[in-house]
């Protein structure tokens, strides 16, 4: 499968679905969700192409109009968008994460240490490469990273 880019080569793109609106989570309600790495450059051959619809495991996306909706549930839709990213900040998550979702761990427990808090184990787990890196991680953390 061919990674998409624009003409810009430091350019990558990417698809987005709008998370259900109605959810109780107000975190996740509406909030943009990427598409896995495979299934992004699934779509965008699909669009390159200028097809109509595309089908994405049990999902029909129009492609016009940006609508996501279920094979059997056709009257309620999702938004989808195609969106152009710098691919030096954009990471395959395919490869660097699972497909399982693990719940977010607490940023302190009362009375711990702040250097033994688990959000930050859980930081220092996933960024080995620059952990120790003050400079990277400090320019990280201003971009909101």
């Known amino acids: 499968m061919t ?18 609106p109605t959810s109780v989570d107000s975190k996740e ?6 598409y896995s790495d495979f299934e992004s450059d699934y779509i ?21 109009s940006k609508i996501q909706f279920q094979k059997d549930k056709k009257e309620h839709g999702t938004s989808v968008k195609r969106e ?5 900040s954009y990471v395959r998550n395919e490869r660097f994460s699972s497909n399982t979702e693990r719940p977010t ?15 930050l184990d859980e ?10 890196n003050s400079s990277v991680v400090a320019e990280l953390a201003a971009q909101g990273n």
């Not at 309600?29 to 990427?34: H, I, N, T």
């Not at 761990?105 to 959000?119: D, I, R």
């Not at 930081?123 to 120790?132: A, F, G, L």
């Open 3 to 20: 990674s998409y880019s624009s003409n810009n080569n430091n350019q990558r793109i990417i698809w987005l679905y709008q998370s259900d």
């Open 29 to 34: 309600r509406g909030a943009w969700k990427c």
């Open 44 to 64: 965008e051959e699909a669009y390159c192409r200028h097809e109509e619809n595309v089908q994405v495991n049990d999902c029909i996306i129009d492609l016009k």
């Open 84 to 88: 152009s990213v710098d691919r030096k």
């Open 105 to 119: 761990p607490k940023s302190f427990t009362p009375g711990q240490e702040w250097y033994k808090a688990p959000l």
């Open 123 to 132: 930081w220092r787990n996933k960024n080995v490469t620059i952990r120790d």
